[in-house]
């Protein structure tokens, strides 16, 4: 049991969290081609090292140990089937440690970047309004809908559910989750759709926005950073 | 008295956490009590009252039902003693029928249908919700909603019953039927726990007051010494109910607790005077 | 003129088969403090919606009669028109809380609007100044207190510079301090700001002594509307199924018993003062 609050994204006043949305996202696509395009285990243990730098610039080396920790199982199968087919022990680990980037830098941009700053990046970048906004909602109803999950599933346990048994049973069993969890949902969208009305959502063909982005020199510093795994491609 | 629920030493901390939600409880629950655990949001009443039922099990300390240890009991097994009615019914109405709802309890914990049947019937009666029977609960008005979950946990007789926050959104009528429905629990002998913050509600049905402040017991005891105790209260964010600020604004000498008792006072004062 | 002048209104939910507001006749001046109580499902929450346009473009039905806002005939005008001039607090706060920080919330309502830049950040320093949660303005509202999230989302309101604000038992899942405090706050913009408040709520203990008038329905119908000392001193309310505030039932009863009057009273303070006196007399 935890509490859904967890996955709530929690303001943290970091450089990397300073960053601007559209530097971080250049920055984890670039890790992605990085990542990708090379397969040998010197390459990716550099690249690897070098997220370990924002990782601890955004002091989010406990958030990385607890997601390394859950794709323990991943990891530890890619290394596994690498080896048993290739019987390249060396291959092996560099496959994972590719995993392991893509983890590493798309943690850096998806807890450091505040939903709505995302989603200004998204309007900004020709998206239109309502697609922007209707993400910026569902990104923000994720810890409330996980909280009424939870109290869904403590209500019908307390009648008696059984959650943990069996494969066949667990499935039937989430009927009674499923519906309330349903019925919950459409009436906050209800809710939800009222207040943004009374708020004079839709008024306007152009809304305006309470802040800008704006590129800074740590925005610049910060992409020209992401190219420096250029070097390790020729050097190593 | 028998002893219902034991708490020794327990604190819990959610996963991720730094502080613990609540901290070093030790408190007892008997037979035929009704207790209200009173304290403001977040003060951590839901966080104790889901360890009675083994929905949660202590970081540290133990829990005990009839002696059991609920570390070692599952929740369908905790629950078939201790039922728990949740706030917001919608968290639970899922059936086809109110009769499904009422049914579900007995189905998971493997009833006869003829026995099922029986128990059913007998607290659509008690709710007076037979004419839906047949009908979506989930289509109901809010005050038949809360009657038909009271109706799902109370159908298999727990010895223990919780109402977490049961009056939030009721108005004075339903609130009305809640406080006789509580009292002829009593009279059955069960245990009946209340969660809240509304101290106007509890002031004359419970027998013995919980104070909560910040995942602590802050004082516990006997209803008028609780409530008349306005530091007590204010030190956990709490107001005391109105009977006990209009009998200390009348200079009533006797902690009194209910409309009656007030009368009964103010006719022998008024008749001293004259 | 008056604020809010309804008409003959009557409406029925698409879907339903009864009347949700049944022959309204209502007028609301500027400066009212107004309370609306009943039994669940008497109406309350309909009407609020049918005095700022939500009935009949959100919720629509089968809907007969005029609601005049501001001299704006409601069902002619759009909702964003009639939210500058009426707007509306929920019962849920969490429904209602839509920004990752508070003055963006707050900023909700202007940039819908397509306000400009500078003149939004004024208006937003304007209002949470107005509501005393200048302090809070960089906090994330999903992890404030539920008497906090009230606070905020009356100011995403009050940021559209209403005249009028409905709120929808705004009290009903905040504990007794936390609603207190909001309780205080809405008198405040009353009496500062010459807000006008319509409150749709049971707990008229807390709202009693800061009202100047009482609307009682009953299945659609207004059935009850006065002034508030009137409504308390004089009627049974109990018998109405609604959750009368101690001190009323309790000078009700001694005028019952004893003959005793105590007079208009709004507080548990005042019953006391008067009875003291009555006593020493």
Known sequence: MFRPEYFYFRKKDTIIHRLDPRSKLVYVIAMFVWALIRGDLLFLSAVFLLTLIPISLGKLFKNLLISLRAALFFIVLIILINYVFSHNLSLAIALALRFMILISSFLIFSITTSPD????????????????????????????????????????????????????NRIKNYVPVLIPLIVVGIKRAINVAESMEARCFGASKKPTTLYELKFAVKDYVFIAFSFIPTIFYFLL | MQKVIEFKHVSYKYPFEEDYAIKDIDLSFYEEEVVAIIGSNGAGKTTLIKHMNGLLKPTTGDVFVEGINTKKATVAELSKKVGIVFQNSDYQLFAQTVYDEIAFALRNFGYNE????????????????????????????????????????????????????????????????????????????????????????????????????????????????????????????????????????????????????????????????? | MSLVKIINLNFKYANTDFWSLRNINLEISEGEFIIITGQSGCGKTTLLRAMNGLIPHYHQGEYDGHVILDGKEVSKHKVYELAKIAGIVFQNPEDQIFAMTVEKEVAFGLENLGIERSEMRKIVDETLQQMRISHLRFRQPFFLSGGEQQKVIISSILALKPKLILLDEPLSSLDPMSAQALVEELHRLNRQYGKTIVIAEHRLDLLSKYANRMIVMDKGQIILDNRIEEVLAKIDLESLGINEPLFAKFARFLRAKYGLELGNCLSIEEVVRRFNHAKSH
Do not use: C, W
Not at chain 1, 144 to 159: H, P
Not at chain 2, 190 to 201: A, M, P, S
């Open chain 2, 114 to 274: 003829a026995e099922i049947k029986e128990r059913v019937k007998k607290m659509m009666d008690y709710f007076s919700i037979s004419q839906y029977e047949k009908s979506s609960p989930i289509l109901l008005s809010g005050g038949e909603k809360k009657r038909v979950t009271l109706a799902s946990v109370l159908v298999y007789d727990p010895k223990v019953l919780i109402l977490d926050e049961p009056t939030i959104g009721l108005d004075f009528n339903q609130k009305k039927n809640l406080k006789h429905f509580i009292s002829r629990l009593k009279e059955e002998r069960k245990t009946i726990v209340i969660v809240t913050h509304d101290l106007d509600f509890v002031s004359d049905i419970s027998t013995r007051i919980i104070v909560m402040n910040r995942g602590q017991v802050m004082a516990q005891g006997d209803p008028k010494d609780i409530l008349y105790e306005e530091d007590l209260l204010k030190e956990a964010n709490l107001m005391p109910p109105s009977i006990v600020k209009l009998a200390k604004g009348l200079g009533l000498n006797d902690r009194i607790l209910s409309f009656e008792e007030m009368l009964q006072k103010i006719d022998n004062l008024l008749l001293r005077n004259v």
């Open chain 1, 117 to 168: 700053d995302l989603a200004l990046a998204l309007y900004r970048m020709g998206f239109p309004y309502d697609f922007v906004l209707t993400f910026n909602l569902s990104v923000r109803f994720i810890p409330t809908v996980m909280r009424d999950a939870t109290n869904i599933i403590d209500a019908q346990r307390a009648r008696g559910l059984e959650t943990q048994k069996g494969f066949i």
